[in-house]
């Protein structure tokens, strides 16, 4: 074996001072299952300008409306935060495309001296006439928030001269953390909100909240509920239309996957207007069929006159669609029983059904962590995971090599910020964060990265590493 080969391998086992936390101070944001009783520190502010672990408040409030295609979304601040977050998703729309360009104030030092007000009402004269956007959101950045430009007041004077909603988002980076932001853009979109006319409507719809179409997802999922005859008002935000959001009232139930991006909207619109919502996960085969299920529930109970075998409908569809699943997952299942994964991604509950998705292809995950999750999501999560599973927030990437050698994974389940780590430690990656250009939700999610999985943990590269002995590799035409 060669020096490259060698430095690149997993080390030993970790000794017990190696399975301390790297940070004494982050103890308490580190647990593993079945050691002492449970507790996790979470969900503690950033720090200003760090962007390696957990983002910022602005980072957080433009990740949730990115995907709003047909609205104009101008960054007021330094260009840096504009390119950090430019086509941050893999949000994808089937009209419009006005939100993957990147539009910022670019304050320089004499603006910070004199204030940014004007260059902001300057940008937006320029910038709506000539795209016409149906609405434009204007984030707040940290120095905005230093210097004390009244972002609300130039809103409303471009709204009265441009005739379309000119939203104010209150994300001063510093503020706290991703969750603030998420606040900071449900507020935002609550403006919208009850302000359009939702005759039409049927009884029998909802809203997907918490979606964001990366690969087409919001699509897949809308497809499954059209089959079983509920109308979808408004993705909150995948392919979202300012249009939509502003009638989204009307629809009879709100579906929120990513209960920290979106929860607090549907909490807006059920105190408001009295719209029931119900946490659902499209990732995994079990959680898919369990969402359908209590979609169909929901409307059986609710409205029995006009949702009459709509359960018998959902049964069949599930039926279809994992007899065309199962017999394929059996071929990937038959090469990954056995191995061992890491999961470390933004929301907590893409942990949760990533774990039942890896149980379905015979492996164990015996790492897992997320940016944004609380403490009961933590307990939770720790209730479905085997001992010795160690669970940790917001971690940084010291932490993540340690316990990635320290567990021997085959797999690492994270963001683009995490992909360096696994490949510098011979550990295949998979993308399953804003990036990723597959499809990992619905039925044809779990095939997609059933088989993701498979061409990475099997990759004879591994054998140049080497880390173990490849076993049986099944070809694409099988699956």
Not at 98 to 117: K, N, P
Not at 163 to 174: A, L, R, T
Not at 358 to 386: K, N, P, W
Request: glycine fraction near 10%.
């Amino acid at each position: 074996m060669n020096e490259t080969a060698k430095a690149i391998l997993p080390e030993s086992p970790a000794t017990p001072a190696q399975r301390t936390s790297i940070f004494e101070e982050r103890s308490d944001q580190i647990h593993r299952i079945g050691e002492g009783d449970f507790s996790m520190a979470c969900n503690r502010d950033s720090l200003a300008g760090a962007v390696s672990q957990r983002a910022c408040v602005f980072c957080g409030s433009r990740v949730v409306l990115y995907p709003i295609a047909d609205a104009l979304h101008l960054v007021h601040g330094p260009i840096g935060c504009a390119a950090y977050t430019w086509d941050i998703r893999g949000a994808l729309s089937s009209g419009p495309e006005l939100h993957r360009l990147s539009f910022s104030t670019d304050l320089q030092e004499l603006d910070v001296v004199f204030g940014g007000e004007k260059k902001l009402a300057k940008a937006l004269d320029e910038l709506i006439p000539l795209h016409k956007p149906k609405a434009a959101f204007v984030y707040s950045t940290c120095i905005v928030g230093l210097i004390g430009d009244d972002l609300a007041a130039v809103c409303k004077a471009a709204t009265e001269r441009h005739g379309i909603p000119v939203i104010p988002v209150q994300s001063e980076g510093f503020k706290g953390n991703k969750r603030e932001g998420y606040l900071a853009a449900c507020k935002a979109m609550r403006t919208l909100v009850g302000t359009g006319d939702i005759s039409g409507i049927s009884p029998l719809s909802v809203n997907i909240m918490g979606d964001f179409n990366l690969a087409g997802e919001t699509w897949i999922i809308k497809d499954y509920l059209n089959r079983m005859g509920i109308e979808v008002v408004a993705g909150i935000t995948g392919d979202g239309r300012v249009d939509d959001l502003r009638r989204a009232h009307g629809a009879g139930l709100n579906l929120v996957q990513c209960s920290g991006a979106t929860q607090d909207l549907a909490k807006m619109m059920r105190d408001d207007f009295g719209t029931p919502f119900i946490r659902v996960s499209w990732i995994g085969i079990e959680d898919v069929a369990e969402s359908l299920y209590a979609v169909a529930e929901h409307f059986e109970l609710r409205h029995p006159e006009l949702a009459d075998g709509l359960v018998a409908r959902t049964a069949e569809l599930v039926r279809q669609e994992l007899s065309e699943l199962m017999p394929k997952l059996a071929l990937l299942k038959a090469d990954l029983a056995g191995k061992k994964a890491a999961v470390y991604v933004g929301g907590s509950f893409k942990a949760f059904s990533l774990v039942k998705a890896f149980r379905h292809l015979g492996m164990e995950v015996v790492i897992v962590g997320s940016q944004t999750g609380t403490e009961e999501d933590y307990r939770e999560l720790a209730a479905i995971c085997t001992p010795g599973t160690i669970v940790v927030d917001d971690a940084n990437p010291l932490e993540l090599s340690a316990f990635i050698k320290e567990k021997d994974v085959d797999i690492f389940v994270g963001g683009v910020k995490e992909r360096p780590i696994a490949f510098k430690l011979g550990v295949g990656f998979c993308d399953h964060n804003h990036e990723r250009k597959i499809a990992l939700e619905g039925f044809v999610g779990m095939l997609n990265f059933g088989r993701e999985v498979h061409a990475s943990v099997m990759s004879p590269i591994w054998n140049f590493v080497p880390r173990r002995e490849s076993g049986r590799n099944i070809s694409d035409a099988e699956v």
